[in-house]
């Protein structure tokens, strides 16, 4: 069952939620507008059909966000989001659903049908993942810091503290005094695999598990409203995550890189029929450029994670 949802998003970078009725599977429940496609319809025209009928709006420009495979029940649906941020008419409740607007960041994940989650993720995630050199001595914690703080400061909105050569006190440390900061400009720092460090630092930093972790785990380690990313490599690995309801992944390496001489990337192609099949936002990462994040998003992806290529040589000349 091929099922397409509107994200319309207003003005005030609004979105548009409807709570599923009495009587239906998951009542009580909110989710993106939409609906079925009819057989042989495709996707832009059977959204546009399904907004009309559902909110009397015509979506004029539309764009693909993410396709969510999932199963309720024994059903299997894929539903395919799309952005909608230009329509014609006033949205109204043309089938007695209840309707609201509401700011990403306010939409609590719990409220929503679990197919929609990872919805509101891709929604809320951004197109670029930074991620810290490995290599980065602790003596230059400052440093790092500082370069840190510029690049929360320059727009940069989601960023891994990966730091094995640093003990585990002084990585939390560097979380806590960047914290404020990262809140206050909407951004979530993320700790590699530090899952306590992350219980203990509270709402707006998440983990990135190791692929080691995610497989030995039978439930998410952290509540909803703290992000959890997990390191994948394979479709098993995909399938783990989306069954824990984790909220992205890195799928790796894509590209030939310098760190990993002997492993064989998985190319693009690849990279896009793992994508497919995967239940959750899922960055590129391996030999990415920032540049790459087009092409990581033209495949179905949310975008690009990467280290040298984001920071540059200047964590390296100074760590």
Known sequence: MHV?????????????????????????????????????????????????????????????????????????????????????GEAGSLEGQALQWLAPSAVDPAMLAPADRPILQALRLPSRYLITPADLAPEASEICAQMLRDGLVRGERLVQLRLPLWPLPLVRKLAAELAPLARQLGATLVLNSDVEGVRELGQGVGVQLKASQ???????????????????????????????????????????????????????????????VASLPVYALGGMQAADADQARAVGGQGVAGIRGFFGDGFASRG
């Open 214 to 276: 995610l497989m030995v785990l039978n439930e998410r380690p952290l509540p909803l409203n703290q992000l959890v990313g997990a390191s994948c490599h394979d479709a098993a690995e995909l399938a783990h995550a989306s069954s824990l309801h984790i909220d992205f992944a890195t799928l790796s390496p894509v590209a030939a890189t310098a760190s990993h001489p002997n492993v064989t990337p998985m190319g693009w192609d690849e990279f896009q029929c793992l994508v497919g």
């Open 4 to 88: 397409m949802a509107g994200v319309m998003v207003d003005a005030g970078g609004r979105v548009l939620l409807a709570q599923r009725p009495p009587g239906k599977h998951l009542a009580g429940l909110w989710e993106f507008p939409g609906g079925k496609l009819e057989p042989g319809e495709l996707p832009g025209p059977g959204l546009i059909r399904e907004l009309q009928e559902e909110l009397g709006v015509t979506a004029e420009v539309a764009e693909p966000l993410i396709r969510v495979p999932w199963q309720y029940d024994g059903r299997h649906l894929l539903l395919d989001a799309w952005m909608v941020r230009r329509w014609e």
